[in-house]
C-alpha cells in the first residue's frame, strides 16, 4: 500500500512557476514510476509526466515539454513537478500516481493516486 500526498499548488501569474511535491508511505517508494497527471473542468484526467523507478529516465507530455521537470528523491519518499513558463491552460488539479510499470503514460497503468493539488495560472 503506497499513499500520495500532494502539495505546493497554489495561485500564479502567467509566466510564473510553481513546484508540486508528492510525499510517498511506505519503504517500496523506490520500486515504483512516478506519475503526474492534472484534470481541468470538464475535461479527462491527462498524462503529464512520469519518471521510472530509479529516476534515470523521464517522460513529458508534448504540452509540457521544456517548461516542466519531474524529479525524484528516494532517500526522501518524494517525488517533485517543477512548473516554469506557466500558462492559463495549465490551469488543472494535479495528482501524482505510482505505478509498477516502467515508465507509463496512461491512467490505468497506476496503482495508486494523490488527493490533487489546484493550480490555477492567472493572464
Known amino acids: 500500500q503506497v499513499q500520495l500526498v500532494e502539495t505546493g499548488g497554489g495561485l500564479v501569474q502567467a509566466g510564473g512557476s510553481l513546484k508540486l511535491s508528492c510525499a510517498a508511505s511506505?519503504?517500496?517508494?523506490?520500486?515504483?514510476?512516478m506519475g503526474w497527471f492534472r484534470q481541468a473542468p470538464g475535461k479527462e484526467r491527462e498524462f503529464v509526466a512520469v519518471?521510472?523507478?530509479?529516476?534515470?529516465?523521464?517522460y513529458y507530455a508534448d504540452s509540457v515539454k521544456g517548461r516542466f521537470t519531474i524529479s525524484r528523491d528516494n532517500a526522501k519518499n518524494t517525488v517533485y513537478l517543477q512548473m516554469n513558463s506557466l500558462k492559463p491552460e495549465d490551469t488543472a488539479v494535479y495528482y501524482c500516481?505510482?505505478?509498477?510499470?516502467?515508465?507509463?503514460?496512461?491512467?490505468?497503468?497506476?496503482?495508486?493516486w494523490g488527493q490533487g493539488t489546484q493550480v490555477t495560472v492567472s493572464s
Open positions: 500516481a505510482a505505478s509498477g510499470s516502467y515508465l507509463p503514460v496512461t491512467r490505468y497503468e497506476y496503482r495508486y
Open positions: 519518471i521510472n523507478s530509479s529516476g534515470g529516465r523521464t
Open positions: 511506505g519503504r517500496t517508494f523506490r520500486s515504483y514510476a
